[in-house]
């Protein structure tokens, strides 16, 4: 079994409606994709499921979704290690169409 390298990426977005009326509320994420399968993107157990994947038919990009009344907060984890072998390195490049 070959060595490996972990990366691990552990975010928290919170949200605060301060209007009365309430509203829908959409925020986007993006999830490393690899085309190389030594390369392997794990999502967090505490991640926080997105409502869509592959958000404009862009692998990787996700949508979370919800509707909050006045004052209501929302918390969004976002969370992911990214394992590759030992002796590679990533390539870190966004590569946008």
Known sequence: MRRRQFESTHDIYELTYRRATPTTIEVYGRYPVSENRAVEVMIGDDATPPDQTDVYDSPGIVQWRRTLGGQ????ITHQYTISYPEDATLDRRFDYE
């Not at 209501?72 to 918390?75: I, L, T």
């Open 72 to 75: 209501e907060s929302w918390r």
